[in-house]
């Protein structure tokens, strides 16, 4: 049973960093991919970037160049996002989404983790 | 980047009446390798997103029978072929065929009328 276990929410000051985490279990790093998504509140969904975990090799959304950092460890099967520089519109939900290659899209959803950014 | 259009923007249904959701893309989602890599997903309220359809018409994992996925090229629909009150929410289609970047559609609400 794949499972994608996020770390709970976080208030931030504009400015600040936020890391997220995300727990897979029942082989869901094994060969796969790990993909961000925020939705800001009552918004659609945005990608953010994702990561290989058994190469360790990151690719960011535009939008979000230079601000974000995706990172795994594959020893305990968690991926992280990082997201730095934050303004009141980073507000949102954060989900860690698996991708896997046999079906060319993303699988299994973490529960998501509320940012919010508040002075 | 792609870009993905859904319409309706909201579809209220009569329970037991069918629901059907087009998403159209500013380019051909057709990838080199041949397959065509759009998905539908499905947020329930306060929920995170669900995948119903992968490869454009293919279910997922314990998904009902009710969802059928179809289309080509640029134009696709998800049908759902009697709404239960369960199907309430919000679908998004969404391709990795051109990646970098993922992109999803605008989202279509789907309520009981």
């Known amino acids: 049973q794949v499972q994608l276990v996020q770390s709970g929410a976080e208030v931030k000051k504009p400015g600040s960093s936020v890391k997220v985490s995300c727990k897979a279990s029942g082989g869901a790093l094994s060969s796969n991919t790990i993909s961000w998504v925020r939705q800001a509140p009552g918004q659609g969904l945005e990608w953010m970037g994702r990561i290989i975990p058994i190469l360790g090799i990151p690719n960011y959304a535009q939008k979000f160049q230079g601000r974000v950092t995706i990172t795994a460890d594959k020893s305990t099967s968690t991926a992280y996002m990082e997201l730095s520089s934050l303004r009141s519109e980073d507000t949102a939900v954060y989900y860690c989404?698996?991708?896997?290659?046999?079906?060319?899209?993303?699988?299994?959803w973490g529960q998501g983790t509320l940012v919010t950014v508040s002075s | 980047d792609i870009v993905l259009t859904q319409t309706p923007l909201s579809s209220p249904v009569i329970l037991g009446q069918p629901a059907s959701i087009s998403c159209r893309s500013s380019q051909s989602l057709v990838h080199s390798d041949g397959n065509t890599y759009l998905s539908w997903l499905q947020q329930r309220p306060g929920q995170p997103p669900r995948l119903l359809i992968y490869?454009?018409?293919n279910r997922f994992s314990g998904v009902p029978d009710r969802f059928s996925g179809s289309g080509a090229g640029t134009d696709f629909t998800l049908k759902i072929s009697r709404v239960e009150a369960e199907d309430v929410g919000v679908y998004y289609c969404?391709?990795?065929?051109?990646?970098?970047?993922?992109?999803f559609g605008g989202g279509t609400k789907v309520e009981i009328k």
């Open positions: 969404m391709q990795a065929t051109h990646f970098p970047p993922l992109t």
């Open positions: 490869k454009v018409s």
């Open positions: 989404a698996r991708g896997a290659l046999d079906l060319g899209t993303e699988d299994y």
